[in-house]
């Protein structure tokens, strides 16, 4: 099975850097991926790593340790529109399937 | 805009009552998923279709049922509904297998059971 865990919520200032941890035990993984989603809102994709390291986009970077089932995501220079949740997702390991895990969310408010 | 419909955006129903969610993907995806979001509760993965067969079986009732048609569109049946069954259901939909493959999510249908 899987187990992902996220702190529920979190708050930051804008301007400022925020980083959100994840932390997941799968018996297969085949990728970590990151969402973003505003309430009442659609999941967005973030970023995605399968190998250890430090993947950057933007403002967003997120890394992997594969060995510790631990990956993060960080946000630099909040701005207000970040106040979202932010979803960690595990994919298993099954052969032609490429369902996702996700665990509960993080809810990010940015205040001025 | 990912590219992904869903209809209807709103449901409101009664206990004991069928409703089918509809849902195309992106064009060119072969694959669609099925999730539930409920207000206490992430992001929860029911089913997976791949060119019409089913792939992936996650947390899925055995009263609701899903498929995918010839021209990849797919529904998802959720029938006997009980007041639990009030959440958000999503389907997404991906590309061919392998490498990054993310999933495009529609923007959702919203099932209120009464």
């Known amino acids: 099975g899987q187990n992902i865990d996220q702190p529920t919520e979190m708050t930051a200032t804008e301007g400022a850097i925020v980083q959100i941890n994840c932390t997941y035990q799968t018996s297969g993984f085949n990728g970590l991926f990151w969402y973003q989603q505003h309430a009442g809102e659609a999941p967005t994709f973030l970023s995605y790593?399968?190998?250890?390291g430090l993947e950057e986009k933007g403002r967003f970077s997120s890394f992997l340790s594969r060995s510790k089932g631990y990956s993060y995501l960080l946000l630099k220079e909040l701005q207000m529109k970040d106040s979202a949740s932010y979803l960690c997702a595990v994919r298993h390991d099954q052969t032609g399937a490429n369902n996702l895990f996700f665990g509960t969310g993080t809810r990010l408010t940015v205040i001025p | 805009d990912s590219g992904v419909t869903q209809t209807p955006k709103h449901l409101i129903t009664a206990t004991g009552q069928r409703v089918t969610l509809r849902c195309s993907p992106r064009s060119g995806d072969l694959s669609v998923y099925w999730y539930q979001q409920s207000l206490d509760q992430g992001l929860q993965f029911l089913i997976q279709y791949y060119n019409g067969e089913e792939r992936a079986k996650g947390n899925i009732l055995e009263r609701f049922s899903a498929q995918q048609f010839p021209d990849l569109h797919s529904e998802l049946n959720l029938s006997s509904l009980e007041l639990g069954d009030s959440a958000l259901y999503f389907c997404a939909s991906s590309g061919p297998f392998g490498g990054r493959n993310e999933q495009f999510f529609g923007p959702g249908t919203r099932l209120t059971v009464l």
């Open positions: 790593n399968v190998l250890d």
